[in-house]
């Protein structure tokens, strides 16, 4: 795009703002802006709104609605005066809304909710209470298993159910909690067999694993919070997976046999209870193999199939069997370049590959049992996108449910004719509709109001341009000033990310942008993000360029985004800063020690300097060990280059970052003064990989004061 | 002094310098200035000079030379080669220079030194080795006595003598080693007996004192080293006093009772080696005790005489017994107001009061026995000075030995006749002369040269202003840009100690003023120090007038000399910064936290926040026990104060800081991220209390930057 484009296009935009000016319109506060102030503006939502069935209900604070889908009318089911009587008659908690109520069964008129220290199943027909589960108040990582009424929850580092403890373990082995560091899509320990008969979990032995310690300066005197953290190329923690038996009250653990380092990710059970499935990956991480487990011995039945790669293989997605057909099954994979869906038999033999193309699935949401449809998530219209597809399983034809803007997260009632559709727009901030899978038809139950609608935006642009490679499309979100004067430079500050698992640009409201990247542009800067190589969304080639080098081909495509910003009229080429957290906070560092004469300015929050400081699991997949690639870890380490610091460079860490540990920024200020530069330092005490609550504000305005001081005073 | 009268003064610097300038003057760098820097200009000194009897030597590299007295002539003794010919032929390493060599003996031509694993004594005059004495490599706290020729030395937490294991003590408890961290005048804890035939020792009990975890981030994976710190009003840990027998090999214990956190200070031997002296104070501070010991069995004879004071007692110096009567000792005592040498009986009757006046004896150096004098350092001319006094027991009379001129250090010869006079004046960075007590003749031995004399350097003065109780005194030190134009406004910069025990205007070479401040006066600001009431040298009112609320008077003082540079001419009063480190972080801080009005930039450097993080030992001596002064430790937590910062303050902290310990500056961190204050934050990895070394260059322009951007651009 020419210069002269920009103008005009800018020009119209100062017209248009100056006229909203006139309507007295507030300059929005980072309070306004940013999660955890005291006056942030959250989006309207329907909290709770979920399936009972194939009907919608609407949870309140003192009612529960269901909604009908054809006229959107409601209807009050119970009241929260009705069902704190019949608590209170059985000597029960009362609840204080019905946000967190689900619904056990499709039909029975029966819902579950939590109570200080019970589960309780409630009848609104009857106003009975049809059954309660009691826990300790110091029970974690609670697992309900609706058809069974059995709960699994754990206490510490062990597990146990309905009162029975499962395992008995020291300190350093942890059971029914996430492991490997919750990469491979893990995210919790503990998982029932469909009817809760049987419950598979994770055992964690990490003693080997060398601690580090996370300063407390809190107490009376200063104390030690010591965390087992896996450095790359270090010994790693050992995973196994328990089977317990409620009604025998017998644990067996699965013979997964050696290396004991290996990653065992995925678990599912088979439809009928008898089989565990894990899909095992070799601490290389470039062989997966999908392994099935006889439940009752522990023993390995067979691998099923395996799945290999040169660079890296991320398994993140368990396998599904088709509810109308327990020899069938879903395997999702990267093997031709994007996530899709392969149908295979138990045999392993593939009957085909359910959906192809440039895009990718996101998610398989679930089952349409009647028209045998697998409902998914995927990128098919718009990287930048989240749209709702069901696919015939028999032809592999794909037709969206609902609307074909946006990202959006659908919930699918117990057929799967149905969807409870949240999306965003760059415009609407939320939608709720009910929609019907077969036509689309619709019932819209809330547009949320712009929660913005009263203060000055500034205007928000999306756009591509090509990567360092000269071939790829990078999208970009240009962010400007209200009041832009297309005739003054601006300075400008690039927000980053860059790492694989995220992306900034999308077309979800303000196309993703944040709070503080609109706090900025009203302050008079230019904010710009861009996707580079390596981020999600774009497929495996995408993200996997960056391979044993991370950070150096995504640091040549900000370049380029940095160089289109110098190419605005009103951009001032000499003053464009830099802004991340976590990887973002590496690629800060980065960019400022690589290309010193484009970024002047940065603010690198929670960054890994150097990766062989950070975890096995994330690290050794997109590094490999350092002792097998030496020169990429060399060329990758920040600390190596901290001479090269010229322009102004504030890092912030928090002194409990359990993800990225404080010796990553540490290191480098060591690095920085033997080799006489001059970076700025903070600390947030107390705070882990992010500086969360009310003390995210505080963090926004630290950053914005260290733009102000050395970037726009530069004028 | 009249604004007038200033600018009169400063006109004659301006044209004075200028003319300098005209002569091709270099600008110092902070290399040039700050200890640690690669061209740091060190004053010429003589190192190793000493006394062999009454006979001045000068130890060089390859020769150690005679100094004749009368004319300066030098006569070499030995040389390395010699030496070094008889060691090789004794198995023994070589010495690379006589820097380090004692002499052991006032008449034999003996002398001792330390080669690889061994002291030896040598004889020059018949090229034999007299002596050896072997340790292992990892001996510390080496003590030899040189009559007996015995060797004390610790390994790790005990200690040996010649090879003998003394102690066998599990970690946590601390032989042979300076304890209560080193106050009371405690800088070891092994003490000979006159003869070496007897060994006092400290034992330390720190096993019950929390520890504070320092974090290295140097190590593969961050570990911590955690230090034994006994924190203001928590359990501190329990000292005895052992004593050795090398000829039995029997320890006793002296038997010093309940409580066992007292301090036990000031350790001497009776001149026949069968009792020790201790000076017991309690843990309140309020409460000296001077107790005789039977050496042979630890049972404590008698308490000689005790002194009490409502503010606190701190006994520095042990008693010294008159070489010619062990009968009578002197004792060193604040009781007047001012520390003055007490003549005692041993049985504890007071002879007489020795020195008295509204100045005070800094050290006893030694004795005349022949003319029965004891020779002092004072203030008795200046309390900027210390000079060096003969004092005649008989009589009280005293003279003055040396020039009546700066600050001298003074070294006697073995009768007490001729001191070696090391010292500096305003202008002169050091002169060494030897001089006769008797009449002050004295034979000039070096005048060392200006180390800046090829540099531009601003102008010096002193003066005095009144305290901000309307009384006092205090001394300040005015640095001026030797450009100063006296019609514009200039930054000041003020650097600040303020705390006991330091002062920082002398009447030492430049007044005392550090390489930072010329450095920055070079720069264009003026630069300030006040020695406020509660710093030394001045007495015990001025001192104790901080007590139980430390930081506040001191502030009030240093406030007032702020006024005085609002007063000049050439001083922007909107633009004063402030400086410190340690005692002087803390009031760095308080003085921008309590007078927002006058400080506007400040870097607090190891700063004391909160005196309940800081050491029992000193600081429950100025501030109590927090239990008995919530009042005073409230008013003086600057974390009660973070609500108050207004200007820009930079805190650095080293991470190994085991004096003030990092929880200080992180504490302050999170009481304004609380208080929505914006501090900014740097932290020196892996140094101790002081950024030393190279490293110290890195800390004085991250110091310098901070006032550039903050101070000096507001112009």
């Given at each position: 795009?020419?210069?002269?484009?920009?103008?005009?296009?800018?020009?119209?935009?100062?017209?248009?703002?100056?006229?909203?000016?006139?309507?007295?319109?507030?300059?929005?506060?980072?309070?306004?802006?940013?999660?955890?102030?005291?006056?942030?503006?959250?989006?309207?939502?329907?909290?709770?709104?979920?399936?009972?069935?194939?009907?919608?209900?609407?949870?309140?604070?003192?009612?529960?609605?269901?909604?009908?889908?054809?006229?959107?009318?409601?209807?009050?089911?119970?009241?929260?005066?009705?069902?704190?009587q019949t608590l209170q008659e059985n000597g029960l908690d009362t609840i204080s809304h019905f946000y967190n109520i689900s619904f056990p069964s499709k039909d029975k008129k029966e819902m579950l909710f939590n109570v200080k220290g019970n589960y309780v199943v409630y009848n609104w027909g009857n106003h009975q209470v049809v059954s309660k589960r009691a826990y300790p108040s110091n029970a974690a990582n609670r697992h309900y298993n609706d058809?069974?009424?059995?709960?699994?929850?754990?206490?510490?580092?062990?597990?146990?159910?309905?009162?029975?403890?499962?395992?008995?373990?020291?300190?350093?082995?942890?059971?029914?909690?996430?492991?490997?560091?919750?990469?491979?899509?893990?995210?919790?320990?503990?998982?029932?067999?469909?009817?809760?008969?049987?419950?598979?979990?994770?055992?964690?032995?990490?003693?080997?694993?060398?601690?580090?310690?996370?300063?407390?300066?809190?107490?009376?005197?200063?104390?030690?919070?010591?965390?087992?953290?896996?450095?790359?190329?270090?010994?790693?923690?050992?995973?196994?997976?328990?089977?317990?038996?409620?009604?025998?009250?017998?644990?067996?653990?699965?013979?997964?046999?050696?290396?004991?380092?290996?990653?065992?990710?995925?678990?599912?059970?088979?439809?009928?209870?008898?089989?565990?499935?894990?899909?095992?990956?070799?601490?290389?991480?470039?062989?997966?193999?999908?392994?099935?487990?006889?439940?009752?011995?522990?023993?390995?039945?067979?691998?099923?199939?395996?799945?290999?790669?040169?660079?890296?293989?991320?398994?993140?997605?368990?396998?599904?069997?088709?509810?109308?057909?327990?020899?069938?099954?879903?395997?999702?994979?990267?093997?031709?370049?994007?996530?899709?869906?392969?149908?295979?038999?138990?045999?392993?033999?593939?009957?085909?590959?359910?959906?192809?193309?440039?895009?990718?699935?996101?998610?398989?949401?679930?089952?349409?049992?009647?028209?045998?449809?697998?409902?998914?998530?995927?990128?098919?219209?718009?990287?930048?996108?989240?749209?709702?597809?069901?696919?015939?399983?028999?032809?592999?034809?794909?037709?969206?449910?609902?609307?074909?803007?946006?990202?959006?997260?659908?919930?699918?009632?117990?057929?799967?004719?149905?969807?409870?559709?949240?999306?965003?727009?760059?415009?609407?901030?939320?939608?709720?509709?009910?929609?019907?899978?077969?036509?689309?038809?619709?019932?819209?139950?809330?547009?949320?109001?712009?929660?913005?609608?009263?203060?000055?935006?500034?205007?928000?642009?999306?756009?591509?341009?090509?990567?360092?490679?000269?071939?790829?499309?990078?999208?970009?979100?240009?962010?400007?000033?209200?009041?832009?004067?297309?005739?003054?430079?601006?300075?400008?500050?690039?927000?980053?990310?860059?790492?694989?698992?995220?992306?900034?640009?999308?077309?979800?409201?303000?196309?993703?942008?944040?709070?503080?990247?609109?706090?900025?542009?009203?302050?008079?800067?230019?904010?710009?993000?861009?996707?580079?190589?390596?981020?999600?969304?774009?497929?495996?080639?995408?993200?996997?360029?960056?391979?044993?080098?991370?950070?150096?081909?995504?640091?040549?495509?900000?370049?380029?985004?940095?160089?289109?910003?110098?190419?605005?009229?009103?951009?001032?080429?000499?003053?464009?800063?830099?802004?991340?957290?976590?990887?973002?906070?590496?690629?800060?560092?980065?960019?400022?020690?690589?290309?010193?004469?484009?970024?002047?300015?940065?603010?690198?929050?929670?960054?890994?300097?150097?990766?062989?400081?950070?975890?096995?699991?994330?690290?050794?997949?997109?590094?490999?060990?350092?002792?097998?690639?030496?020169?990429g870890y060399e060329a990758t380490n920040l600390n190596n280059l901290a001479g090269n610091l010229k322009g102004r460079l504030l890092m912030i860490h928090d002194d409990h970052d359990d993800t990225c540990v404080p010796q990553h920024a540490l290191s480098f200020m060591k690095a920085c003064i033997d080799a006489r530069t001059y970076p700025d330092l903070f600390i947030y005490p107390n705070h882990k990989h992010n500086v969360m609550g009310?003390?995210?504000?505080?963090?926004?305005?630290?950053?914005?004061?260290?733009?102000?001081?050395?970037?726009?005073?530069?004028?």
């Amino acid at each position: 795009m020419t210069k002269s484009k920009y103008i005009l296009l800018l020009a119209f935009h100062a017209l248009f703002i100056s006229s909203m000016i006139a309507q007295d319109l507030k300059t929005p506060t980072l309070e306004d802006l940013i999660p955890g102030g005291e006056t942030y503006r959250y989006a309207e939502n329907l909290y709770g709104l979920q399936w009972w069935g194939d009907q919608c209900v609407q949870p309140d604070i003192d009612k529960v609605e269901l909604i009908n889908f054809s006229n959107g009318k409601k209807q009050s089911i119970t009241t929260r005066q009705k069902v704190n009587q019949t608590l209170q008659e059985n000597g029960l908690d009362t609840i204080s809304h019905f946000y967190n109520i689900s619904f056990p069964s499709k039909d029975k008129k029966e819902m579950l909710f939590n109570v200080k220290g019970n589960y309780v199943v409630y009848n609104w027909g009857n106003h009975q209470v049809v059954s309660k589960r009691a826990y300790p108040s110091n029970a974690a990582n609670r697992h309900y298993n609706d058809v069974s009424g059995n709960l699994a929850y754990t206490v510490d580092n062990n597990i146990y159910v309905n009162d029975q403890q499962v395992t008995n373990e020291p300190e350093g082995i942890v059971c029914g909690q996430s492991v490997h560091r919750s990469e491979f899509g893990i995210r919790n320990g503990i998982f029932w067999s469909p009817t809760g008969n049987k419950l598979a979990f994770y055992k964690m032995d990490e003693s080997m694993v060398t601690e580090y310690p996370l300063v407390d300066i809190t107490s009376r005197i200063a104390d030690t919070n010591n965390i087992r953290y896996p450095m790359a190329g270090m010994t790693s923690h050992e995973v196994s997976v328990g089977v317990y038996n409620p009604s025998t009250g017998k644990t067996i653990y699965l013979n997964t046999g050696n290396p004991k380092d290996r990653y065992f990710t995925n678990i599912s059970w088979s439809p009928n209870e008898d089989k565990i499935y894990l899909i095992e990956v070799n601490r290389d991480q470039n062989h997966a193999q999908l392994c099935e487990y006889d439940a009752a011995t522990g023993n390995l039945d067979r691998v099923i199939f395996e799945e290999k790669h040169d660079k890296y293989v991320e398994p993140q997605y368990p396998i599904v069997f088709l509810p109308w057909n327990d020899k069938q099954f879903i395997y999702q994979s990267q093997k031709d370049g994007f996530n899709h869906l392969y149908l295979y038999n138990i045999d392993g033999t593939l009957v085909k590959q359910l959906t192809q193309g440039d895009w990718l699935v996101q998610e398989v949401l679930g089952f349409n049992t009647k028209t045998k449809e697998v409902i998914i998530a995927s990128t098919e219209l718009s990287p930048l996108q989240r749209n709702t597809y069901r696919v015939n399983i028999a032809n592999g034809k794909r037709n969206l449910i609902g609307n074909a803007d946006g990202v959006h997260r659908a919930a699918l009632s117990n057929s799967g004719e149905y969807i409870i559709d949240n999306y965003s727009t760059p415009t609407v901030a939320r939608n709720i509709e009910i929609v019907r899978a077969k036509d689309n038809r619709s019932q819209l139950l809330l547009t949320a109001e712009n929660p913005y609608k009263d203060f000055v935006m500034p205007n928000i642009q999306t756009g591509t341009i090509k990567a360092a490679d000269g071939v790829t499309d990078l999208y970009y979100r240009l962010i400007t000033p209200s009041n832009l004067d297309s005739t003054k430079q601006h300075p400008a500050v690039v927000y980053v990310y860059g790492g694989p698992h995220a992306q900034m640009v999308t077309n979800g409201f303000q196309n993703g942008a944040r709070g503080w990247d609109l706090y900025m542009a009203n302050k008079g800067y230019v904010v710009f993000s861009i996707d580079n190589r390596g981020s999600s969304n774009r497929g495996l080639d995408f993200e996997n360029a960056t391979f044993r080098n991370l950070g150096i081909e995504e640091g040549k495509d900000q370049a380029e985004g940095a160089k289109f910003l110098q190419s605005l009229p009103y951009v001032d080429g000499e003053r464009i800063g830099v802004h991340g957290w976590s990887f973002g906070g590496h690629m800060t560092t980065a960019l400022l020690l690589r290309y010193p004469e484009i970024f002047k300015v940065g603010v690198a929050g929670g960054p890994v300097i150097d990766w062989k400081y950070y975890e096995i699991m994330y690290g050794e997949r997109y590094m490999d060990q350092p002792e097998n690639n030496a020169e990429g870890y060399e060329a990758t380490n920040l600390n190596n280059l901290a001479g090269n610091l010229k322009g102004r460079l504030l890092m912030i860490h928090d002194d409990h970052d359990d993800t990225c540990v404080p010796q990553h920024a540490l290191s480098f200020m060591k690095a920085c003064i033997d080799a006489r530069t001059y970076p700025d330092l903070f600390i947030y005490p107390n705070h882990k990989h992010n500086v969360m609550g009310r003390d995210r504000i505080h963090l926004h305005e630290t950053i914005t004061r260290y733009f102000e001081d050395h970037l726009n005073n530069k004028k």
